[in-house]
């Protein structure tokens, strides 16, 4: 396909280049297997060549007055909004996302760029007094310098859009290395759209490419301040752990092992479509994805039933099909990855109420009961349409339950008392938690961000600000300080 030959290059300093690299990365149609694109993989030295151009590019544009900055995000919304056809058609072509899951992530991309357009002004100095008499303190807000962006498969338009829109309009520059299984819809396509808007050369930066090929250089390099990840929490802690040996911030979005939790009150209708959203929606490959299905023991018949039959209704096939519901997992060891998960957790006494199969990387939904306590599926990220459902004893047991756990992302829970459910959700151990509604939310001005091993430090809002920006503090003395000596 032409447009996806046209955008898998490299992108440094403004120009559509060929990697210098010895092999390839190959870029999939998961649903059929068709080949996309072929894209020669960057080196080391490419890294250099793309830190030193967003190095060079960041000092003028940091400098830039914020109300011209802010005419590239208006100008690369209305880019979106023109191509949003395209864009979903992307989505679905290289990462087999269903129309839904398309024009969410669609919508949502939208959302952050208009927010990206008013972050241009955000940033506010203050003045703050000092006991020193005749001195003044400054304190200036500004951009870090230039940014690495690496990004997953899953979500790549809009996870990287989160950060490379807001870092760009605090007056940053940045580097992205897509993930491999989307190395257009979350890199090229990107920087077709920014480029189109204006943005100056050297700004924004793709490199596709792998650690097999250029090892840590991404992280270690000395140009960029900060390192945004999102990604599994192995690799995450990779990074983290690189990252602050050079002393760089990160910011970690990591895996997640959502409970959605069904107390005894609750809508039952309403929590049945929540926790079908919650688990299936993209595959249940979204690090929000509601892995576990709590449910008071009390309404546990009546919720199973709804649930299957809620689950058996979901359609499975071609992602460009709008009557479809399951699409592909992105890859065949996703596919044979989650074959054995479900192999595993029948072998160790679950009993599968659905059962669905697997052909080639189409993952029919299945649904697992009667877990041990102690069983490690229960405690692991489950990146596919595998859904548990586990019953409890009341609240006390539900939240422990749901904090035993080593992640901490997102959850929700499910009440006729709205009270009741924000007093439940305060006990649990996530840096979200949602009422009466899917454990699969993002907003641009609400902090997102994990605890425990789902990562560190928050995205969106005043977040963003914090995580894009630095303080330096400047004294101005009007009068003259005794000094002692």
């Not at 864009?87 to 208009?114: C, M, N, P, Q």
């Not at 992205?176 to 090229?188: F, L, M, R, T």
């Not at 809620?310 to 709008?322: C, E, F, N």
């Amino acid at each position: 396909m032409s447009f996806f030959t046209d955008l898998a290059h490299q992108f440094i300093d403004g120009q559509w280049r060929t990697g210098s690299g010895s092999w390839d990365i190959i870029d999939f149609d998961p649903y059929n297997g068709e080949k996309l694109a072929a894209i020669t993989v960057a080196t080391v030295e490419e890294v250099d060549e793309a830190y030193r151009a967003a190095e060079r590019a960041q000092r003028e544009w940091a400098e830039t007055n914020p109300y011209t900055r802010r005419l590239v995000f208006e100008r690369a919304l209305r880019i979106t909004e023109e191509r949003e056809a395209e864009i979903i058609e992307a989505i679905t072509t290289e990462l087999g996302g269903t129309r839904l899951k398309a024009v969410y992530e669609v919508h949502l991309a939208k959302e952050f760029l208009r927010e990206a357009i008013q972050l241009a002004l955000r940033p506010e100095g203050r003045i703050l007094p000092s006991p020193v008499d005749g001195k003044e303190n400054r304190v200036y807000r500004l951009p870090v310098g230039v940014i690495g962006v690496i990004s997953p498969f899953n979500f790549p338009f809009l996870v990287t859009l989160k950060s490379i829109a807001p870092a760009l309009a605090l007056g940053n520059a940045v580097v992205i290395k897509p993930n491999q299984n989307a190395p257009v819809v979350g890199g090229g396509l990107i920087a077709k759209i920014f480029k189109d808007a204006g943005l100056p050369a050297g700004l924004l930066n793709v490199l596709v490419t792998d650690i097999a090929e250029i090892g840590d250089a991404l992280i270690e390099h000395p140009v960029p301040k900060v390192i945004s990840f999102a990604g599994s929490d192995r690799t995450g802690r990779h990074v983290a752990s690189v990252a602050g040996s050079h002393f760089k911030r990160v910011i970690l979005e990591l895996s997640g092992n959502s409970a959605l939790v069904v107390l005894d009150d609750a809508d039952l209708d309403y929590a049945v479509d929540a926790a079908v959203f919650s688990r299936f929606v993209y595959q249940g490959q979204v690090c929000m994805a509601a892995n576990r299905i709590l449910v008071d023991r009390s309404i546990l018949e009546e919720f199973t039933g709804k649930f299957l039959a809620k689950v058996t209704s979901l359609r499975t096939g071609d992602p460009a099909d709008p009557a479809t519901d399951i699409g592909p997992v992105i890859n065949n060891f996703q596919a044979e990855a989650l074959t054995s998960l479900v192999d595993q957790a029948l072998a160790e006494g679950a009993t599968a109420l659905v059962r669905g199969r697997t052909r080639g990387n189409l993952v029919e939904p299945t649904v697992l009961t009667g877990l041990p306590a102690d069983s490690p599926v229960l405690r692991q990220e489950i990146f596919g349409p595998v859904a548990l459902l586990i019953p409890f004893d009341g609240e006390e047991e539900a939240v422990r339950m749901a904090n035993d756990s080593p992640y901490g992302l997102s959850g929700a829970v499910h009440t006729a008392n709205v009270e009741r459910g924000v007093r439940f959700a305060k006990r649990i151990d996530t840096g979200m938690m949602h009422v009466n509604d899917s454990t699969i939310q993002d907003e641009p001005l609400v902090a997102f961000g994990g605890e425990k091993y789902s990562g560190l430090g928050r995205l969106n809002g005043d977040s963003t600000v914090e995580a894009f920006t630095t303080q330096k503090w400047i004294s101005v003395q009007h009068e003259r300080s005794p000094f002692p000596f």
